[in-house]
């Protein structure tokens, strides 16, 4: 092999973790340490700019809703592309997918602080949304690949819980820094992050050992997903008041979907596997995933828009959401009975959490701890179960379809809560928390009973 063959290489193989590394009793945690990276930056990166979203509109002297576009695209271009970079990661190595996607993501945070005009400030966020589906659609299975099926639940719990904290911390730090530093700087903060983080996934990821067959990749699958996603979302966003046309867009989405279920019974290689999908702990506990992620953001929309204390009170108040969801996903192990500790539990406690204020609206704040801790018993439980169910060299293919489902739970919770907020009156705040109860009553009955497994093998 020459010199220029060796070089070409060194940027498209999976390069081995030093030997002290790989053999040390605690690898695994620094490889859930290292995946904690890119599951606090999705969640940060996308709660972080609500705060930015008025400023730009002024400096750009943009309506509200031109500037919604911001939000909106890195969200589209992440959940399009989630299952289709999973099964290339597959394929490529999930590790070198990843360590790209941090590239890619930061690459693209500095095109953000640097954009002269909002249109290539909503460019530079769909290549953000790509770097973090690379991330996102690996974290999962990285996680799977590395830790013994007896810590798969703990291990899931700490990744989901960086998420709960990214997601709390967002709005927090983007306020601070909008008033400090001015909008720029809410993108400027990922890139020392970003580098970071390529070191870490560098020298403490392992490389992947079960990979999927190389085959012909079905682009005509990954369009046609891309498709059914991006017209649901617009549409669910038009519902919620975005200005574009819901009923062309929703029979879009319809006919996308049908098309891909077609192609997908027929081409040699699917990118989605119909028959897996089929099966009661990965159909079903993406069903779960999907309202779960529902229920967690609805309120995230909900009870700013009807408190009337300060936007401090308010911040205070719904901190106890993703407290009690990072409290139970990391230690709800050690905190609760064996028996206590599935998916369905976590449902059945969120259902009840949920329906809390729509009694008692008084209950505000312990209902939210509650509903918290209730997802968070459930989510890295749920997610464990689906990844257990998949067959060796498809856990890139299942993180990239749980995530996708956290996008479009995500989407479904702030379209919903919008909804009811501009149609239920003096009611609204009851009615949302109503309504997010019954979908984690659906969830509740239709989780199955889920066991954690191992995942792939790693080195």
Known sequence: MDQSARGWRWFVAESPRPRRVATWVGAPWLVIGTVCFGAFMGQFDASIVTLALPPL??????????????????????????????????????????????AVFTAASVGCAL????????????????????????????????VPRERMRTALGVQAAAQALGLALGPTVGGVLVAALGWRSVFAINVPIGVVAMVAGHYLLPRTVDRAERSRFDLLGTLLLAATTTAALLALSGASGLAVPVLPLLAGAVAAGVLLWWWERRVAVPLLDLALLRTAPVGRGLFGALCGY?????PLVAVPFAATGSPLATGLALTALPAGFAVAATLGQR?????WTSARVGAWLAAAAALLPAVAPAALVPALALLGFGLGVFTPANNAGVMAALPPGRAGLGGGLVNTTRGLGTALGIAISTYVLHTGGGQALRTTFAVLAVVAVACALSTPALRSGNGTRTR
Do not use: C, I
């Open 294 to 298: 529902l229920v967690l953001f609805g």
């Open 115 to 146: 954009a002269p005009d909002l249109a290539a400030l909503v460019v530079f966020r769909v290549v953000q949304g790509l770097g973090a589906a690379m991330l996102q659609a690996n974290s999962v299975a990285l996680v799977v690949a590395s």
């Open 57 to 102: 509109a002024t400096h750009f002297d943009v309506s509200p809703a031109a500037v919604e576009w911001v939000s909106l695209s890195y969200l589209l271009a992440l959940v399009a592309l989630l299952a289709a970079v999973g099964g290339l990661a597959d394929v490529l190595g999930r590790k070198l997918v990843y360590v790209y996607g941090f």
């Open 335 to 339: 905190l609760l009975p064996r028996s």
